[in-house]
């Protein structure tokens, strides 16, 4: 897996001939932004399950800026944000709801229904609708993110970990000629 991730990642080289990343060619230069290592790598799932629950198109923005101010790997945290897309994003908007109205006391069973959208005004009506929603969701969102996050990053360490122990054990066992 390591090696089919390695073969996809650029070089520090492959980085600094990008015209429009000139200005933060410095930034991008420490080895744990491109490097595949357990800490880096579990670090970037957990900025990227953070981040990719920021409302609107600042998701990987935001991730990429974490990562790069955090050290851990950059195209593992801006990947990992796509894990909210058309199809994941209400599921977990709702739970997240549900988690701020369990924290908060707070629940409205009439706002989970969807607004009408239409396509001359669906971001005012959309954000009129998360408005309405209000306490819970302000809690929710940032609670899930958290969670999110501190899961992703145990159970990388903790795969990782399995797999290199399968490695060892499968080191030390003797050939069969």
Known sequence: ?????????????????????????????????WHLHRRSVAGGVAIGLFCGL?????QMLSAALMAVLLRVNLP???????????FTI?????????????VSGVHH????TLPELHWNNW???????????????????PL???ILAVAGYIVVR??????????WRARKRPKIS
């Open 123 to 141: 971001w005012s009506e959309l954000w009129q609708w998360l408005a309405h929603l209000g306490k819970p969701i302000l809690l929710g969102l």
């Open 1 to 33: 897996m390591r090696k089919l991730l390695q073969k996809w990642m650029p070089d520090h080289e492959t980085i600094r001939k990008y015209r429009w990343l000139q200005p933060f060619a410095h930034l991008l230069q420490h080895h744990n932004l």
């Open 90 to 102: 209400l599921p977990l908007y709702v739970l997240a709801y549900e988690l701020g109205s369990r």
């Open 158 to 167: 903790v795969l990782w970990r399995v797999a290199v122990i399968l490695r």
């Open 54 to 58: 920021i409302p609107g198109p600042l």
């Open 109 to 112: 069973t009439a706002v989970l």
């Open 76 to 86: 593992v945290a801006l990947f990992t944000t796509l894990y909210t897309n058309p």
């Open 144 to 146: 899930l993110a958290v």
